[in-house]
Structure formats: structure tokens, C-alpha cells
Nanobody
Framework: VQLQASGGGSVQAGGSLSLSCAAS????????MAWFRQAPGKEREFVAF???????YYEDSVEGRFTISRNNAKNTVYLQMNSLKPEDTAVYLC???????????????????WGQGTLVTVSS
């Protein structure tokens, strides 16, 4: 499975961006999908999760501002980001895995497939 993320860019605080991640290859094997982010000098952190039946979970700091969704027919997962803050600045990476359920869903090592990342910069 290959993942291709797009949609990053620069925006002022309070603005919005929408990210997309298209999967190709053996996409029928993918169940869970997620977005992570990594700021310079920091560890990769969980942002949002969506299961095969569209169950969603969010990291506390983005709850209510970000929305994850998926279109299984297009093999694509989305991240709508509103009310962006400077602390949201990071490289955003999409991830996918064949496992179902939610065990370990916030941990990067529970995802087998990763996209290349897209940079989001939020200025104050």
C-alpha cells in the first residue's frame, strides 16, 4: 500500500486547511487510518484516527477543531483543520494499517504504511 498526502501550506492563525491522503495498491487490506504530525525537534504525535466503519478519535488539543473522514470508494482519508494555531505547525503524515479495532491506535508503531508527509505552517 502506498500513501500520498497533499494539501499542506501556510496559513495565518485562525485559518483553515484541508489535507488529503490517497491510498493505492492493496487498499482492500487497509482498515485503520490516521494522521500524525511531527514538529521540528519533537516526537511524532497522534492527531486523529478513523476506523474502517468510520469510528473517530482525536488528540485532545485538536478535538473540536479538526475533522477526519474517509471515502472508501476513493481510498482517501481527509483531515479538515479549522481554527488553526501556531502550535499546529508541523509535518503531517498519514498512516494506515491492516489491523481492525482500536488497540494501539495512537502509537506510530501500530501503523504499517506511511505517506511522505505534508508541511503545515501556521503563523501568528
Amino acid at each position: 500500500v502506498q500513501l500520498q498526502a497533499s494539501g499542506g501550506g501556510s496559513v495565518q492563525a485562525g485559518g483553515s486547511l484541508s489535507l488529503s491522503c490517497a491510498a493505492s495498491g492493496r487498499t482492500f487490506s487497509v482498515n485503520r487510518m490516521a494522521w500524525f504530525r511531527q514538529a521540528p525537534g519533537k516526537e511524532r504525535e497522534f492527531v486523529a484516527f478513523i476506523g474502517s466503519e468510520s469510528t473517530t478519535y482525536y488528540e485532545d488539543s485538536v478535538e473540536g477543531r479538526f475533522t477526519i473522514s474517509r471515502n472508501n470508494a476513493k481510498n482517501t482519508v481527509y483531515l479538515q483543520m479549522n481554527s488553526l494555531k501556531p502550535e499546529d505547525t508541523a509535518v503531517y503524515l498519514c498512516a494506515a494499517d491492516r489491523r481492525s479495532g482500536v488497540y494501539g491506535f495512537t502509537r506510530p508503531n501500530f501503523y504499517e504504511y506511511w505517506g511522505q508527509g505534508t508541511l503545515v505552517t501556521v503563523s501568528s
